[in-house]
Every structure is written in structure tokens, then in C-alpha cells.
């Protein structure tokens, strides 16, 4: 296993996979198993397949608004404030999982990135052991003076299939998102079944559940500070009291859905948008805004763009990231993967009058 250092740190700077913990399921405030609206019931039970047919299938209808983007309140990359007007649209109930993904493998014989063989003239700094096929992981320091680099480490042999590395696997974990997925193979996903990634403005707006306004410190607890997703608790990186039941991925649907009826979109694992990063937003009111122009950015040779990445992930903590907020946003090269980065498609349809599934009160 190899270290990187450079922008993959600032990117990875978020949390991951701890090696080698494993927690059983926990399903913790899912509605009822019987209920017809809740597809998902018990998480520990899901297929990690939607029950329904058609093009929104396993998706919500998000209904158009206008809400307040961003927070001067918390990050630097998060500014500036701004009014945005999104028209309406359907996105995914919970994140992608990993029976999900293996149908589109199994229908089309997609090879993910991490995969595949890593090209050394779109990467020139890259050391020779990272040009194999591989993804980024979690290594958790003996103490908590290691530099950031040496918790971030390339694991040849790791991808989706294999999460937590050579000789792990999915068997078991069907209903989990799923992970090491870079840009182009969400987007793949994506464009087989006619959809396509959100942007950052649906992906905030929606993740918002119909509150604007600024956000609190943290989405991740309720009031008396009891977890409402999966991120960690305690001293990152060195001890995780795991109070959410779950030391790495956690089911889709473990935690309650949001006024949208949509679940996880704080925690769990990162998400990908289509917009590239930008360190900071425009001050403009914009409607249905798409990011930046790749143009504008400057991407030196050798270097790839970064796509701007939302919700935060199961290893964001009080003392470290700590971007579990709708507003919060991270860059991630979007050629490369990670264990704690997945996504959740997003479709630009009329809902036809059809309201949210259901609210985070049923």
C-alpha cells in the first residue's frame, strides 16, 4: 500500500473506511416494516433493490423552490449565500447500493476506474504502485500524531467489489451503498437508466427536506445529541464510540428520511454532484444552476478537475470534517475513488402532481 500526499489529502480530509471494523446492522427510527410507503422497512432486511418499476423507480419527487444555497457560517467553501430557484425533479430515496450497481454491471460489463489500469500520462506525479488498479482507504493511525497523508493509503486490488480490500466483499452487504465509485462510473450508472447526477443545487436543495435558512453545527444528531446518521462518534481517528451502531457503511435507511421522504443524505458516505469544485460560491441569485465551466478553472497538466462532493461520510466527527450539513462541500478529483464515496442519481421529469412519498413524521 502506498501514500499519497498533495491535493489528495485536502480532498480526502473527510473520513473513510476503517479497516477491518465490522458492526452488524442496526436499524434505528426506520418506519415500519409493514408500512407500503416504506419500501425500505427493517434496513437489516432490504434487498438494496426498489420494489417499484418504471424510470423513478426507487426515486421521490422533489417539487420546484427556492431556498437559500450555501452558509456564511461554517466553512470557507461554503460562501457565499445566495438565492437559487430550482425547478422540479425526481432523485434517489437512498443512496445507490450495491445490488443496485451489480445489475448494471451484470446488464452492461462495466469495468469501474478502479479496476482498470491507471494511465501515467493523465496522472505524471503518481508513483509507479499507484498505477495499478486500486482506491483510496482508511488506515487509522497507532495515535493521533501521524500526519494526515499517513491515514490516507491507494490498496491495489480495492474497488467495489471488494470494499475493504483484496479478499473482502459484498456478499452480505447488498443493501449498503455502494463505495469506490469515481465520477464517470456514477455518471455511467447514471445514463443506463436515463438519469443523471444531481447538481449541487438539487442535491442541497433536496437534502434541506423543505427547511431554508442557515444550518446548525451539525445534522447528524437530534436535539439531546443522539445520532440521526451514520458518522462517527468520538476522537477521529482514534476511537469511535460507534453510539450509531456502525463503524463503516451502514444499510440505506437505517436513520429517518428528511421532510422528502430521502434518506442518508447526511452520513454514510459521501456524495457526487455534477458541478465541478469551485472554492467558494457566487454571490448572484441563479436559477437551476449547473457549477462553473471546466474552462474557468485552470487545471494545470497532469492534473485532473475536481467534482464537488455533499453530505459528508461515516468517519466525519466533531474534531475532524465534521461536514455532516447540507451545505457543506468538499472537492474530490473525479477520476479517483474512495471507500467512503458513493452517489445517488437524479432525474429531470414533472412529478405529474405526485407528491413526496412520504414525511419524516409517518
Known amino acids: 500500500m502506498a501514500s499519497r500526499n498533495g491535493s489528495l489529502l485536502i480532498t480526502l480530509a473527510t473520513g473513510a473506511v476503517l479497516v477491518g471494523a465490522m458492526i452488524g446492522a442496526f436499524a434505528t427510527g426506520i418506519v415500519a416494516k409493514d408500512d407500503p410507503k416504506a419500501e425500505l422497512g427493517s434496513c437489516a432486511a432490504y434487498s438494496g433493490l426498489p420494489s417499484e418499476g418504471g424510470d423513478t423507480a426507487g426515486m421521490t419527487f422533489v417539487p420546484a423552490g427556492t431556498f437559500t444555497m450555501g452558509s456564511d457560517q461554517h466553512q470557507p467553501e461554503e460562501r457565499f449565500t445566495h438565492v437559487v430557484r430550482v425547478d422540479e425533479f425526481w432523485i434517489d430515496r437512498h443512496e445507490v447500493t450495491n445490488a443496485q450497481f451489480k445489475k448494471f454491471v451484470e446488464a452492461t460489463g462495466y469495468v469501474t476506474l478502479a479496476e ?112 440521526i446518521a451514520n458518522s462517527w462518534q468520538g476522537i477521529f481517528p482514534v476511537l469511535n464510540t460507534n453510539d450509531d451502531g456502525h463503524a463503516e457503511t451502514a444499510p440505506v435507511g437505517c436513520f429517518p428520511p428528511n421532510g422528502y421522504g430521502l434518506y442518508d443524505m447526511i452520513g454514510n458516505v459521501w456524495e457526487w454532484t455534477s458541478d465541478w ?31 464537488v462532493i455533499k453530505g459528508g461520510s461515516y468517519l466525519c466527527s466533531m474534531n475532524y470534517c465534521s461536514r455532516y450539513r447540507p451545505a457543506a462541500r468538499q472537492p474530490q478529483e473525479s477520476d479517483l475513488s474512495a471507500a467512503h464515496l458513493g452517489f445517488r442519481t437524479a432525474l429531470n421529469k414533472p412529478g405529474g402532481g405526485v407528491s413526496p412519498s412520504f414525511k419524516a413524521t409517518e
Open 277 to 307: 469544485y469551485r472554492s467558494s460560491h457566487s454571490k448572484a441569485a441563479a436559477i437551476n444552476p449547473t457549477g462553473p465551466e471546466l474552462i474557468s478553472l485552470r487545471v494545470a497538466p497532469g492534473q485532473t478537475g475536481s467534482r
Open 116 to 227: 482498470r489500469p491507471v494511465d501515467p500520462k493523465s496522472h505524471l506525479d503518481w508513483p509507479q504502485e499507484m498505477l495499478v488498479p486500486g482506491s483510496i482507504m482508511f488506515v487509522p493511525p497507532k495515535d493521533a500524531r501521524g500526519e494526515d497523508g499517513r491515514w490516507w493509503q491507494y490498496v491495489a486490488g480495492a474497488n467495489w467489489r471488494q470494499p475493504s480490500g483484496p479478499g473482502s466483499s459484498i456478499a452480505g452487504k447488498e443493501n449498503h451503498p455502494v463505495v469506490h465509485i469515481a465520477y464517470d462510473d456514477a455518471l455511467a450508472y447514471a445514463q443506463w437508466l436515463g438519469r443523471s447526477l444531481p447538481t449541487e443545487a438539487q442535491w442541497e436543495f433536496a437534502a434541506r427536506g423543505g427547511r431554508d435558512g442557515e444550518d446548525d453545527w451539525s445534522s447528524a444528531f437530534d436535539s439531546e445529541g443522539k445520532p
